[in-house]
C-alpha cells in the first residue's frame, strides 16, 4: 500500500468562528420560558372565566408552537439539513517560494514579494443568473477588467476549484475586495509572492523572466493552470532547480464555507537559490559605462561579455537595448508588450550570446594561429604592406592607405594588417605564397569553438556560422573564390560569430586554455551547497611556442598598435581589436577583446558596438571598464 503523501494532524475548531456559525444555524428558534417559572400559582389568583381565557390563550399559543415546528422541520427541513450536514473538504494549495539568485559575493539579484491576488472559486458561485451577475459587475467595477476576460479564464479553469481573475490588486481594491469576500465565499482575496529585479543592473537578458504557464508547459512537470514558469534567461534554464513544490492542506468547511477542522497537510517546499558567478558591482559599472557611451554617441546596440580567466564564469554580461523584466511580473500590459516586441531596437535580442556578426580582425589571432600551427610561417617571417593587394580586377585593401611597411605576425596582429593577413590565409601567387586555405581556415576556426555554441546556461545561443566552398555552390550556386578566402583570413564576408564566442577565444589565448562559460558558482539546499565543477571547453590547441607568440603580439596592440589608449589601465591589458564591415551602406560594427592583467589574466573583456565605426568605441567602453575593475 502506498503511503499518504499527506501528514494527518488532528483539527480543532475555532471558537470565534462557531460561535457566529451558531447565530446562524439558530436565529428565531430560541423561546423564553422565564414566566413560567411560578406557574404552580397560576390558580390563586385567577377566576374560572380568566382560567377559560388563559386556556384558550393556551391552546393558540400551543397550536402557533406547532406551527412554527412544522414549519421548521418541514418547510424548511431541507434548508437546514444542508446547513448541518452540508460540511464538506475543500483543497488548498500551500505556495512554495521560488529559490532566491545571489551574486558571488552573496548580494541579492531577485527578490520576492508579496502581492495581492483575487481567486474565484466557480462551484460556489449563486446559482441564480442576476446574483451571479451582480458579483461579476461588482467586480468589473473594481479593477480593471471586463466581463469577457472574467469568463475566459473560468473556461480556460473550468476543472480547478479555484481560479485566478486578477493579480498584482492594488493595496485598496484588495482591502475592498476582502471585506466583500466576508460575505461572498466564492471569493478569496490572497497575497501570493512574485519576482522583483532590480533594474539599475541591466541583467534582464541574464535573469530572463516569468510567464504565464501555457498547455505546452504542463507536460514539463506537476503545475497548475495559474501558475507561473520561468520563459527566458536563467529564470527557464534553472525552471526545475529555482521552482520549490507546492504543499497542499485538506479542510473541512461547512455549508457557509467556514472552515472547521484541517484534515491533512502536506508541507510546501521552498526551491533552491542559485549562486551566481556574477559580481553585481562589475555587471552595474559596465550597465553605467555602455549606457552612457550609447547615449554619448548614439550607438544604442551593444553587447559585453566580462569572464573570469580561470574558470570561465561570468563576471557581468550586457546587451544593449536592454528591458524592465518586472513588466513581466503581474499581469502583462498589452500596451508595453507590444512597444518592446515591435522596437526596430530588438530590445528582447540578447547581443551577448544570440547575436551573429562578423568577426573583423579580432578573428586575426586564430588565423595567425593556424598559420604557426601549419608551419606556413614562423615568428621572422614578414610580409610587405604596401596599402593592399590587387587580383585580378579586385583590390584588397589594408586600413591604411599607405601601407604598414615589412610586417612580421607580431605587428600585424598589432597594427592589424591586412595585408599580412591575406598572404598567409589565401596565399599571393605573385610572391609564391602558399596560404592556408578556407579548409584549413575553417578547421582552426572550428577548433576554437566557432560554428556552434559554447554551452553557456542561457537559452537560444546562436551557433554563428562556418562557410565551406560546398555551402557557397549549394546556397548561392557560385564557386569559391580567392577573393573569398582573403575576406574570410581577416574575418570579413560569410563567417558570423558571437560575442561569447569571441571571449572564449580570447580566454584560451589569454591563459592557454579555456573553460566553458557558465553563470552558476553553486546551488543551495536544505541538504547543502552544491558548487559548479567548471568544464574545459578549449586546450592543446596550439603548441606553448606559437601561443606566445600571438600573445606577444595581442600585448603589443595596447603598447603601440591600435588600442594604446587602454595603457591608462593600471595593469597591463593586451588584446585585439577589430572592425567588421557588413553593408557597404552602413557603418561597420566596432569590436575589442582583451584580457587583463598580461603576466597573470583575471578577466577577459569582449565589447562589441553595432554600428560602431571605427575601433575606438569598443576600445572606449572597455577601457573606461577595466580601470574602474583594477583601481576599485
Do not use: C
Amino acid at each position: 500500500m502506498r503511503d499518504d503523501p499527506f501528514k494527518i494532524q488532528e483539527g480543532s475548531i475555532k471558537d470565534g468562528k462557531l460561535k457566529n456559525f451558531s447565530k446562524s444555524r439558530h436565529s428565531g428558534d430560541h423561546i423564553d420560558f422565564a414566566w413560567a417559572k411560578n406557574a404552580q400559582t397560576l390558580g390563586k389568583f385567577f377566576a374560572d372565566d380568566k382560567i377559560t381565557r388563559l386556556f384558550f390563550i393556551l391552546v393558540v399559543f400551543l397550536m402557533i408552537l406547532w406551527g412554527r415546528g412544522f414549519y421548521l422541520q418541514v418547510a424548511q427541513g431541507e434548508s437546514f439539513r444542508g446547513i448541518a450536514e452540508g460540511n464538506r473538504l475543500r483543497e488548498e494549495v500551500i505556495l512554495s517560494n521560488r529559490g532566491l539568485i545571489y551574486d558571488r559575493f552573496g548580494n541579492l539579484l531577485v527578490k520576492n514579494v508579496s502581492h495581492f491576488f483575487l481567486y474565484l472559486a466557480p462551484g460556489d458561485l449563486p446559482e441564480e443568473d442576476l446574483e451571479k451577475q451582480e458579483i461579476f459587475d461588482r467586480l468589473t467595477a473594481l479593477l480593471d477588467i471586463d466581463q469577457p476576460e472574467i469568463d475566459d479564464r473560468l473556461a480556460k479553469n473550468k476543472n480547478q476549484n479555484k481560479v485566478l481573475i486578477y493579480e498584482n490588486i492594488p493595496y485598496e481594491q484588495a482591502i475592498q475586495l476582502m471585506l466583500w469576500s466576508e460575505d461572498h465565499p466564492e471569493l478569496s482575496v490572497t497575497y501570493e509572492p512574485r519576482r522583483s529585479y532590480f533594474d539599475y543592473l541591466g541583467l534582464a537578458h541574464v535573469m530572463g523572466y516569468l510567464g504565464s504557464i501555457d498547455e505546452d508547459d504542463f507536460d514539463k512537470g506537476n503545475y497548475r493552470y495559474n501558475d507561473r514558469i520561468g520563459k527566458t534567461g536563467l529564470e527557464f534554464i534553472y525552471e526545475d532547480i529555482l521552482r520549490g513544490q507546492d504543499g497542499l492542506r485538506q479542510i473541512e468547511v461547512d455549508a457557509l464555507n467556514k472552515e472547521k477542522n484541517i484534515v491533512a497537510w502536506q508541507e510546501p517546499q521552498d526551491g533552491q537559490d542559485l549562486v551566481l558567478t556574477l559580481d553585481a558591482k562589475a555587471q552595474q559599472k559596465l550597465y553605467e559605462i555602455m549606457s552612457n557611451n550609447a547615449q554619448q554617441y548614439d550607438k544604442p546596440k551593444m553587447a559585453a561579455v566580462v569572464l573570469d580567466a580561470h574558470d570561465g564564469g561570468v563576471l557581468a554580461m550586457m546587451s544593449l537595448p536592454t528591458y524592465d523584466n518586472n513588466i513581466f511580473t503581474a499581469t502583462l500590459n498589452i500596451e508595453d508588450y507590444n512597444k518592446i516586441t515591435t522596437d526596430p531596437a530588438t530590445p528582447l535580442l540578447n547581443r551577448a550570446v544570440d547575436g551573429a556578426y562578423p568577426f573583423g580582425s579580432v578573428f586575426k589571432p586564430i588565423v595567425a594561429a593556424a598559420a604557426l600551427e601549419e608551419e606556413l610561417i614562423n615568428s621572422s617571417f614578414t610580409v610587405n604592406s604596401t596599402g593592399g593587394v590587387q587580383i585580378g580586377n579586385s583590390f584588397f585593401p589594408d586600413w591604411r592607405p599607405s601601407g604598414h611597411g615589412r610586417t612580421d605576425i607580431e605587428w600585424a596582429l598589432a597594427d592589424s594588417v591586412n595585408t599580412f593577413f591575406y598572404t598567409i590565409g589565401g596565399g599571393n601567387n605573385q610572391w609564391r605564397e602558399e596560404g592556408l586555405g578556407i579548409n584549413r581556415i575553417m578547421k582552426y576556426a572550428k577548433n576554437f569553438g566557432l560554428g556552434e555554441s559554447t554551452g553557456i546556461d542561457l537559452a537560444s545561443e546562436a551557433d554563428g556560422f562556418l562557410p565551406s566552398k560546398n555551402w557557397k555552390e549549394k546556397t548561392l550556386d557560385e564557386r569559391w573564390y580567392l577573393g573569398d578566402t582573403y575576406n574570410l583570413s581577416i574575418g570579413q564576408g560569410y563567417l558570423l560569430g558571437t560575442p561569447i564566442q569571441a571571449a572564449v577565444s580570447m580566454a584560451y589565448f589569454a591563459t592557454g586554455r579555456a573553460w566553458q562559460p557558465h553563470f552558476i558558482k553553486s546551488i543551495k539546499s536544505v541538504d547543502g551547497e552544491d558548487v559548479y565543477q567548471s568544464e574545459l571547453a578549449l586546450e592543446n590547441l596550439i603548441d606553448s611556442v606559437n601561443l606566445n607568440i600571438i600573445r606577444r603580439g595581442l600585448k603589443q596592440t595596447v603598447e603601440d598598435g591600435t588600442a594604446t589608449s587602454l595603457q591608462s589601465v593600471a595593469v597591463p591589458v593586451a588584446g585585439k581589436t577589430g572592425t567588421a564591415q557588413f553593408n557597404r551602406n552602413k557603418t561597420p560594427h566596432s569590436w575589442f577583446a582583451g584580457f587583463a592583467p598580461y603576466d597573470d589574466p583575471q578577466i577577459v573583456v569582449t565589447i562589441l558596438v553595432e554600428e560602431g565605426g571605427d575601433r575606438g568605441l569598443a576600445v572606449t567602453v572597455a577601457r573606461q571598464f577595466m580601470e574602474w575593475y583594477f583601481e576599485r
